[in-house]
């Protein structure tokens, strides 16, 4: 905030005494010199309105994907949790079976340690 304020008070004032020096050593008659100040004015007015309303639509335009990229986001991560939840309920069928086979092979395993250990 400080850093603006310094810089408009430096712009005003250098403005102040580029003017004062313009209108000291000027070779235009007063009125020439106020109708090119005039037209200097309008001119910089219409640069400073244009780029205020490009900086405006910026703004607009960045809130607009910013809205529309959380909305994307929402909908990919519901559809990634729908995928998972999918996944898992089609491959539930095979993990008990493969966990039924594991069983088995770890009650037979266990039959086989107690045979070698009665022999």
């Not at 004062?20 to 309105?49: A, D, F, P, Q």
Request: charged fraction near 30%.
């Amino acid at each position: 905030m400080a850093n603006r304020k310094a810089l408009l008070l430096g712009v005003l004032i250098g403005g102040t005494v580029g003017s004062v020096s313009t209108l000291l050593t000027t070779s235009m008659s007063g009125k020439e010199l106020r109708k090119k100040i005039k037209r200097n004015n309008i001119i910089i007015g219409n640069h400073y309105s244009s780029i205020k309303a490009n900086g405006l639509n910026l703004v607009n335009d960045l809130k607009k994907a910013t809205k529309y990229s959380t909305q994307e986001l929402g909908l990919l991560a519901d559809e990634i949790k729908t995928s998972i939840l999918k996944w898992e309920e089609s491959t539930k069928n095979s993990r008990d079976r493969i966990q039924k086979e594991l069983s088995e092979i770890e009650d037979s395993l266990k039959s086989l340690e107690k045979a070698v250990k009665q022999k």
